[in-house]
């Protein structure tokens, strides 16, 4: 759902021409942003971030959430250049 650049790939932005390609109604797209926006954009914890996004009923947020939680590998956030796990 996101879209990365260069040599040491950083994260840039969600990939909305795929969401819509996809037919991904806006209302969800809407959804997949506020959780964007919470993981990579706020300054919050990733635990804060993640306890916060748990509220969310969307079914995409719940993928997003389901995935860092069995993830392995830790996430990247945009500008910080740190990782979190």
Request: hydrophobic fraction near 35%; aromatic fraction near 6%; include cysteine.
């Amino acid at each position: 759902m996101c879209d990365s650049s260069g040599h040491r790939a950083v994260l840039v932005g969600l990939n909305l021409i795929g969401l819509k390609r996809k037919k991904i109604k806006l209302s969800e797209i809407e959804d997949i942003k506020s959780a964007y926006k919470i993981l990579f954009m706020s300054k919050l914890t990733l635990e804060e971030a993640m306890s916060k996004l748990d509220e969310s009923r969307s079914p995409y947020v719940e993928d997003i959430t389901t995935f860092i939680k069995h993830s392995q590998r830790d996430i990247t956030r945009p500008n910080t250049q740190q990782n979190y796990s």
